[in-house]
């Protein structure tokens, strides 16, 4: 996730939901509540005002326009401020309607809106815009991702309420409770479709980053009790969200038969993206033993006879057989985090020699030649270079 945007996230719900500059939705119904026929026991729910929704996009964009010129959000663009889950409304025209939506295990529904106060909470909620005959709304906050293969294919009235970004725990909690509803994401080469150790890895280090925000901001609101209780039990909730994820990438990335962590669940291939796991995202400590050993398969398995690093195992793009600059350069940053400057710099020289005479690294080297290959001038490879040249420099 990225931490700017996050950070955003952070100010809306603590400054601008308060602001004078963003009002209260006009909203002439206050007082909703409704006990269900046939439910008598049963506390009715009853909201009041309807109210700014700080995880909204347009909020998010307030929050941008008034604080884009602060340093910590240099190279953020209104652009990057996009909606990561809808706020829907269904409207069920029957029980039948009704039961489809809570028999879909992906959605997480609520009879009563999300964006009104609660003044008196209860068991039970009917919108008087409803007749008591037929179900009443039902309310959800979905996954951008989820909501795109949904919408076309459900047959049931519903009107996106708005378009929201939500610092998401969704998807990890998906994998590490084995929901499975959530769908698959795309490895770091595109070519993989499933659960990998890098995207996991990608995921604890943003937990980690949002900690580090929370723990920068927390004294700011040291007079404001309700504030300061959130921030200690975000901080509170994702450290222990981040010892689980950890906990389960040991469990069930490492294969104890090769004694080495491996990329995915499913062909549990070796491949130079585990590094994610050390740097950057410092979820495993780089002289683990675990660590070690893998990194001891990594270089059996995948360093070419010129000293360069391929992807990884079974590679078949382009041959799979040449050296990637970006990969080659990874490992050397590892070894820079151990203190093994020697062969951080093996690693290091083997790209810088095989830049182009005009300076370009290429996406692959020609192992024949000792030349840059494929793609030339290529971004990814030209950047992780400066940030291992830059890491090189601090030793």
Same mark, same amino acid.
């Given at each position: 996730?990225?931490?700017?945007?996050?950070?955003?996230?952070?100010?809306?719900?603590?400054?601008?939901?308060?602001?004078?500059?963003?009002?209260?939705?006009?909203?002439?119904?206050?007082?909703?509540?409704?006990?269900?026929?046939?439910?008598?026991?049963?506390?009715?729910?009853?909201?009041?005002?309807?109210?700014? &929704?700080?995880?909204?996009?347009?909020?998010?964009?307030?929050?941008?326009?008034?604080?884009?010129?602060?340093?910590?959000?240099?190279?953020?663009?209104?652009?990057?401020?996009?909606?990561?889950?809808?706020?829907?409304?269904?409207?069920?025209?029957?029980?039948?309607?009704?039961?489809?939506?809570?028999?879909?295990?992906?959605?997480?529904?609520?009879?009563?809106?999300?964006?009104?106060?609660?003044?008196?909470?209860?068991?039970?909620?009917?919108?008087?815009?409803?007749?008591?005959?037929?179900?009443?709304?039902?309310?959800?906050?979905?996954?951008?991702?989820?909501?795109?293969?949904?919408?076309?294919?459900?047959?049931?009235?519903?009107?996106?309420?708005?378009?929201?970004?939500?610092?998401?725990?969704?998807?990890?909690?998906?994998?590490?409770? &084995?929901?499975?509803?959530?769908?698959?994401?795309?490895?770091?080469?595109?070519?993989?479709?499933?659960?990998?150790?890098?995207?996991?890895?990608?995921?604890?280090?943003?937990?980690?980053?949002?900690?580090?925000?929370?723990?920068?901001?927390?004294?700011?609101?040291?007079?404001?009790?309700?504030?300061?209780?959130?921030?200690?039990?975000?901080?509170?909730?994702?450290?222990?969200?981040?010892?689980?994820?950890?906990?389960?990438?040991?469990?069930?990335?490492?294969? &104890?038969?090769?004694?080495?962590?491996?990329?995915?669940?499913?062909?549990?291939?070796?491949?130079?993206?585990?590094?994610?796991?050390?740097?950057?995202?410092?979820?495993?400590?780089?002289?683990?033993?675990?660590?070690?050993?893998?990194?001891?398969?990594?270089?059996?398995?995948?360093?070419?006879?010129?000293?360069?690093?391929?992807?990884?195992?079974?590679?078949?793009?382009?041959?799979?057989?040449?050296?990637?600059?970006?990969?080659?350069?990874?490992?050397?940053?590892?070894?820079?985090?151990?203190?093994?400057?020697?062969?951080?710099?093996?690693?290091?020289?083997?790209?810088?020699?095989?830049?182009?005479?005009?300076?370009?690294?290429?996406?692959?080297? &020609?192992?024949?030649?000792?030349?840059?290959?494929?793609?030339?001038?290529?971004?990814?490879?030209?950047?992780?270079?400066?940030?291992?040249?830059?890491?090189?420099?601090?030793?």
């Amino acid at each position: 996730m990225n931490t700017k945007l996050f950070l955003l996230a952070v100010i809306a719900i603590f400054g601008y939901s308060c602001s004078s500059e963003i009002d209260i939705l006009d909203d002439t119904d206050t007082t909703r509540a409704v006990v269900i026929p046939g439910s008598d026991i049963l506390q009715p729910i009853h909201i009041g005002e309807r109210l700014e &929704n700080p995880y909204s996009v347009k909020n998010m964009l307030k929050a941008y326009a008034n604080l884009k010129d602060q340093p910590i959000f240099s190279g953020l663009n209104e652009s990057d401020i996009k909606a990561t889950h809808y706020y829907v409304r269904f409207k069920p025209a029957n029980e039948n309607e009704l039961k489809t939506l809570k028999q879909d295990p992906a959605l997480v529904l609520y009879e009563y809106p999300l964006d009104y106060d609660i003044h008196e909470g209860g068991e039970s909620y009917h919108d008087p815009a409803i007749p008591d005959s037929l179900p009443t709304y039902q309310y959800a906050s979905i996954p951008a991702v989820l909501w795109a293969r949904k919408r076309n294919t459900l047959q049931i009235e519903y009107t996106v309420l708005e378009n929201l970004y939500i610092p998401d725990e969704k998807y990890i909690d998906d994998i590490l409770q &084995n929901i499975n509803q959530m769908g698959e994401s795309y490895d770091l080469w595109e070519m993989f479709e499933g659960i990998s150790l890098y995207s996991i890895s990608s995921i604890y280090g943003a937990f980690k980053a949002m900690i580090n925000i929370y723990l920068e901001v927390k004294d700011l609101y040291q007079d404001d009790v309700s504030k300061f209780e959130f921030i200690s039990k975000q901080i509170e909730n994702l450290k222990q969200k981040s010892k689980e994820i950890k906990e389960y990438c040991e469990k069930e990335f490492y294969d &104890n038969n090769r004694d080495t962590y491996v990329r995915n669940v499913k062909d549990r291939r070796i491949d130079m993206s585990i590094i994610g796991s050390i740097v950057p995202f410092e979820m495993f400590p780089a002289k683990d033993l675990k660590v070690e050993k893998t990194i001891e398969e990594i270089n059996k398995t995948l360093r070419t006879y010129t000293g360069g690093y391929i992807r990884f195992e079974g590679d078949e793009y382009i041959g799979g057989k040449n050296p990637w600059p970006i990969v080659t350069l990874w490992i050397s940053w590892y070894y820079l985090e151990i203190g093994d400057k020697e062969k951080a710099l093996e690693c290091f020289e083997f790209v810088a020699n095989s830049a182009s005479s005009h300076g370009f690294l290429g996406e692959q080297v &020609n192992n024949e030649t000792m030349e840059p290959c494929w793609v030339i001038g290529l971004t990814w490879s030209h950047a992780m270079f400066l940030i291992t040249l830059k890491k090189l420099m601090e030793k």
